[in-house]
């Protein structure tokens, strides 16, 4: 079964660096997600994109967080200078086209970013 | 999205059924009703979803109350594989409603051999 894969695993990075998580969303997805958890916390909403550009994004997704899909296959997370409190899993998904309410979005395993 | 209301834990024993129970009375007409969970160390995982009626598939078995103020997931045989938090997440199909899932802090099940 398509799975949607993320690299690396686990990302440890001092503060005030730059960090990029990666994603291979499922090949015949439109629709990309980027979800984290704070350990002990809920699942919370970053940013969605379709058609290369971002189509929602929540409060926490400020000017510091921006995505890109570089080359048609990859979709990719990237903070500019994290913070300690950026320490947290971060899950990327994807939906298939027509992104209605009514697609399940399917998730990888997660990055854990541990900022020090 | 809609407000849900779910237990923070349950127990089960292995090989017998779960009935995981979720309100939400004030659901909207275009609310539709998805189950997700996450299993220890993973993401979150779709289970099912549905509108009114009751649906089945191969993972568990959704029923929705006539008026669609509550459902409950049904696993019918738990298995040690089945621990993990179990999220009722209801959806707005409206037009330029989103596609984000809103995440509670879901029911916990563990499972007893």
């Known amino acids: 079964e398509p799975e949607v894969t993320q690299t690396p695993s686990h990302q440890v990075t001092q503060m005030g660096q730059e960090v990029i998580l990666r994603c291979v969303p499922i090949?015949?997805?439109?629709?990309f997600y980027w979800y984290r958890q704070i350990l002990g916390q809920k699942v919370e909403f970053l940013v969605s994109?379709?058609?290369?550009?971002?189509?929602?994004k929540s409060e926490i997704f400020d000017d510091q967080f921006s995505v890109e899909r570089p080359d048609g296959s990859n979709f990719t997370l990237k903070i500019r200078s994290t913070k300690l409190e950026d320490s947290a899993m971060y899950f990327c998904?994807?939906?298939?086209?027509?992104?209605?309410?009514?697609?399940?979005?399917?998730f990888g395993d997660g990055t854990r970013l541990s900022i020090l | 999205d809609a407000k849900t209301t779910q237990p923070n834990s349950m127990e089960s024993n292995e090989e017998e059924p779960v009935h995981l129970p979720c309100n939400h009375s004030?659901?909207?007409?275009?609310?539709?009703i998805h189950w997700y969970r996450q299993l220890p160390s993973q993401g979150p995982e779709y289970v099912i979803h549905?509108?009114?009626s009751n649906v089945n598939n191969r993972m568990a078995s959704l029923a929705i109350a006539e008026d669609r103020k509550s459902s409950t997931l049904i696993l019918h045989r738990a298995t040690l594989r089945d621990a993990a938090v179990y999220y009722c997440?209801?959806?707005?199909?409206?037009?330029?409603?989103?596609?984000?899932?809103?995440f509670g802090g879901g029911t916990r099940l563990m499972v007893k051999p």
């Open positions: 994109f379709y058609n290369n550009e971002i189509s929602e």
């Open positions: 004030t659901i909207s007409g275009t609310d539709y």
């Open positions: 090949s015949n997805h439109l629709y």
């Open positions: 549905g509108l009114t």
């Open positions: 997440i209801l959806r707005d199909l409206s037009l330029g409603a989103g596609n984000m899932l809103t």
């Open positions: 998904a994807s939906s298939e086209a027509a992104g209605t309410g009514n697609q399940p979005q399917h």
